[in-house]
């Protein structure tokens, strides 16, 4: 079974023509279908539209918010929902093309576990094209996972990746990157971009700032989620050596000018006292920030694991305290009272 989940605020133009799409591909291809469309705190007809969707179409699934929590809270709602081993993603104003998702399971049974499409050509305005492309190349640098479009909807994952990848604020851009930093395999595959249609576009100037700081977040979790002390101590450790270090000075300098003959204090010294006293106050400050952070995520991630495991052997069953051996191996044991 595919899950396609279908995030939608104020999209009732655009449902009833991408479920019909969504259909006649599942149809083409032989897949076992399941639609979630969310509704994300629309103001028009979407539900109703999905309401209708729903009672016609036994596949199609609709969860309404009572508001709009964003894209990532949509995404996580409807992860919840899926029964399908493969999940797909993708935006409801059919600027994504259903017709590619054949190609992205394509990529998923070359061994990939998360496959993003990259909107090669794309049609928007160029002020939307140009700092997407800028984010795009800078996510790639800051955190390895080298792909062309982080920003694109249409992505697909195995339904492993689902379960340990958590989403919260606008980090729904990022799965790729949290994903590969559990060490799932991430790909992507070039995909055609339709021109918008229906509606106007939900993201505007403000996305860029909030883009850069998620991206810091983003950062900041996959390398020192699960221990913050090492970023924070770091910079605690520098500013109070650098602390220590000019009131040391200071105080070498002082006890200099008292002796026989030695140079009075000025005032260039004296402000490398205030300096070296606010270094000392931040490097105390920030080792105690991080001390605070190491007890949070000591107790936020009791119940989640740090690592992620692809596979298990088939576990042999215990008899009276030792490990009972498998068929294959029973087989080669020799029968009570023959020699061996």
């Known amino acids: 079974m595919i899950s396609v989940i279908v995030p939608a605020l104020n999209e009732s133009p655009t449902l009833e023509e991408l479920h019909r799409e969504l259909a006649a591909i599942a149809s083409e291809q032989g897949y076992e279908l399941q639609v979630i469309v969310i509704d994300d705190g629309s103001t028009d007809d979407t539900w109703e539209v999905v309401e209708r969707l729903s009672r016609r179409d036994e596949r199609v699934q609709g969860i309404r918010f ?21 999940i797909v993603t993708m935006d409801a104003d059919l600027q994504d093309d259903p017709a590619e998702i054949p190609r992205l399971l ?44 982080h920003n694109c909807g249409l992505k697909c994952f195995r339904r492993e990746v689902i379960h340990e990848v958590r989403m919260y604020g606008e980090l729904h851009r990022f799965v790729p990157v949290l994903a590969a930093a559990r060490g799932f395999r ?58 220590v270090f000019g009131l040391g000075y200071l105080a070498i300098v002082w006890c200099v000018s008292r002796l026989p003959g030695g140079v009075p204090v000025h005032l260039h010294q004296t402000a490398a006292l205030y300096y ?30 740090a690592y992620s495991i692809a596979e298990h052997t088939s576990p042999r069953e215990r008899t009276n305290g030792r490990a009972a051996a498998s068929p294959g191996v029973e087989a080669l044991q020799p029968a009570k009272g023959d020699s061996a």
């Not at 070296?276 to 000591?298: C, D, H, N």
């Open 66 to 86: 009572r508001r709009n929590f964003g894209k990532a809270a949509s995404l996580s709602a409807g992860f919840d929902a899926a029964l399908g081993e493969v």
């Open 106 to 149: 394509a990529r998923l049974d070359e061994g990939l576990d998360v496959v993003s499409g990259w909107k090669r050509e794309r049609h928007d305005p160029w002020h939307k094209v140009w700092p997407s492309r800028v984010f795009n190349r800078l996510v790639s640098w800051m955190t390895g996972v080298k792909l062309h479009d």
């Open 186 to 243: 991430v790909g992507e595959v070039v995909v055609k971009h339709r021109a918008r249609k229906h509606g106007e576009s939900k993201y505007g100037l403000t996305r860029i700032p909030k883009g850069l700081l998620d991206l810091l977040t983003v950062r900041f979790i996959t390398r020192f989620g699960q221990r913050p002390q090492h970023w924070l101590g770091m910079g605690a450790l520098c500013s109070l050596a650098l602390g």
């Open 276 to 305: 070296s006293l606010v270094f000392l106050l931040v490097g105390t400050q920030l080792l105690a920030l991080g001390f605070v952070a190491e007890l949070i995520s000591g107790l936020l991630t009791r119940d989640c694991d």
